[in-house]
């Protein structure tokens, strides 16, 4: 697939809101509880990027991924801790929370790549890393002032912490000669997703109108921009994905403001402005400072 430069931005607006859709689809699920939300939506994930990878990548994609290595099932354990921590924390607390929390995921990465592959950090980085860090912890800190259990927002950190892990792994063995295929490591987290969170799942208890619902999430939420997003990367330069996917955060919040009346607190207003503000800076800087 060719794109010009303005139909891959458009692609990667619509990529955001498909991922932006998580939180107000869960909101109205009738009877499946956390760990089979993350069952269902990682099995469905599965299914159709079993399918959708043939399509996308050629019939000998399966008999590639044999020889994937060692780093594209590291990198399929981070997919699956991010796909199983995400769904929990949204069952858990409010989509604003996850979503904010989420986007530190870019600045952790920066960090860990700087401990343990001696990356440098700009300075306008550390800056970032500082006002984020800060908007987190006002975040945090104003909640539990409120007498708001924590739980979901801790496990929701887990999130960009895996994330950074994931993005990390995959930088070093470009730096040794090793490009890992992201896709079918989506592939391979659904898969460990799925199977770690079966036992916890049982009983189900899932409507078909659940089922239906995380069907979507399945294809809709996950195996369709999984792919898209390539796409879109081969096109677009990184701080334009990165700043671009921040518009996911800000559609997640409308979407379970409008689509199940989950008004954001004061605090995640702060919080997610400083956290999104620094990003967004960080971001334009780099840019222009490549221009």
């Known amino acids: 697939m060719k794109l010009s430069h303005n139909r891959a931005v458009l692609l990667m607006v619509g990529v955001t809101l498909m991922w932006s859709i998580a939180g107000v689809v869960t909101r109205h699920l009738e009877h499946a509880q956390k760990f089979e939300v993350t069952f269902w939506r990682s099995f469905f994930t599965m299914l159709c990027l079993l399918v959708l990878l043939p399509l996308f990548k050629g019939r000998g994609v399966f008999r590639r991924m044999r020889h994937g290595g060692a780093v594209m099932w590291l990198s399929g354990?981070?997919?699956?801790?991010?796909?199983?921590?995400?769904?929990?924390?949204?069952?858990?607390?409010?989509v604003a929370n996850v979503l904010v929390t989420m986007a530190l995921t870019p600045l952790l990465t920066a960090l860990a790549a700087r401990i343990f592959i001696g990356h440098r950090i700009p300075l306008r980085t550390w800056l970032a890393i500082v006002v984020a860090g800060a908007g987190i912890a006002y975040m945090y800190a104003s909640q539990l002032g409120q007498g708001v259990s924590l739980a979901g927002t801790l496990v929701a950190l887990c999130v960009p912490v895996a994330g950074a892990a994931n993005w990390t792994i995959t930088q070093h063995a470009h730096a040794q000669g090793h490009d890992v295929d992201l896709v079918p490591a989506v592939l391979i987290g659904a898969a460990l997703s799925a199977l770690v969170t079966l036992p916890l799942a049982w009983p189900f208890q899932a409507s078909i109108h659940d089922l239906w619902l995380l069907s979507g999430l399945g294809l809709v939420q996950l195996a369709i921009p999984c792919v898209l997003v390539v796409v879109c990367a081969r096109v677009l330069k990184a701080p334009e994905v990165a700043l671009l996917g921040l518009l996911e955060v800000i559609f997640g919040i409308l979407l379970a403001w409008v689509g199940a009346g989950e008004v954001p607190g004061h605090d995640v207003f702060v919080g997610g402005a400083l956290v999104i503000g620094a990003l967004v800076a960080n971001e334009l800087v780099a840019w222009r400072g490549r221009a």
């Open 77 to 94: 354990l981070c997919w699956s801790g991010m796909m199983t921590f995400f769904m929990v924390a949204l069952m858990l607390t409010t």
